[in-house]
């Protein structure tokens, strides 16, 4: 399998700019996780989606940001307009239930860059 | 609320001893414990994991350990070679789906 595949690998934006993140979730998994990345906060749970459907959207930091999942193969997170406080690693993650101990699988992340 | 707390945040070995890095979880309904291994530029890769009805798991030089009464886990690594220096994570599962991350540990082994 190829694993989690996001794009692009690295963003380089100005403030203010929307910004578009993808992912590709692991073939078969029902279960999606975009997390944020910074060395203050360490890995923060964004949003989380089962079957397609946003579950838990409560580590959203606010309205800029929204994320959608429209079929079982593709997600995107999006954020708009990007500030500089945004600038930090996001990761996808997939995993086969989302149930108690099921294993989580990371993609390689999307550094992101605000100017 | 839910935490995880790591120990150490740095930790430099020589090539050859051995690693261990500390973690204790606050939420007692936590039942499984994965740890991550984060190489420079990479995602997070599941390295060992254990469940609560176990209390030692071992994958050839890794090595976990789990005390449910004390809410502590551990990751042991023997015999430490250049390639396993990178930022290791563990986390807690309390509920059905959501990790509780540690804050990192970052493992340097000298040649």
């Known amino acids: 399998d190829a694993g989690v595949i996001q794009s692009p690998r690295h963003e380089v934006t100005e403030m203010g700019q929307e910004v578009t993140l993808r992912c590709k979730p692991i073939?078969?998994?029902?279960?999606l996780f975009w997390y944020r990345q910074t060395m203050m906060r360490g890995l923060e749970l964004l949003i989380y989606?089962?079957?397609?459907?946003?579950?838990?959207d409560s580590g959203m930091p606010e309205d800029r940001f929204s994320a959608k999942m429209p079929n079982a193969s593709f997600s995107t997170l999006k954020i708009q307009p990007s500030e500089p406080r945004d600038s930090a690693v996001y990761f996808c993650?997939?995993?086969?239930?989302?149930?108690?101990?099921?294993?989580?699988?990371f993609g390689p992340g999307t550094r992101l860059t605000v100017l | 609320g839910e935490n995880v707390e790591q120990h150490p945040s740095t930790l430099s070995v020589q090539e050859g001893d051995s690693a261990v890095i500390k973690c204790t979880y606050s939420?007692?309904?936590?039942?499984?414990f994965p740890w991550y291994k984060q190489e420079l530029g990479k995602g997070p890769q599941l390295i060992i994991d254990?469940?609560?009805?176990?209390g030692e798991k071992k994958d050839q030089r890794i090595a976990v350990t789990l005390n449910k009464t004390a809410k502590h886990f551990s990751l042991h690594i023997t015999e430490t070679q250049p390639e396993d220096s990178a930022v290791y994570f563990c986390?807690?599962?309390?509920?059905?789906?959501?990790?509780?991350f540690g804050t990192g540990t970052r493992l340097k082994v000298l040649a």
């Open positions: 993650a997939s995993s086969f239930l989302g149930s108690v101990g099921d294993t989580q699988y």
């Open positions: 073939s078969g998994h029902n279960s």
């Open positions: 989606f089962n079957n397609n459907v946003p579950i838990d």
């Open positions: 939420d007692s309904a936590s039942n499984y």
């Open positions: 254990i469940r609560s009805n176990v």
């Open positions: 986390a807690a599962q309390p509920g059905t789906y959501k990790y509780i």
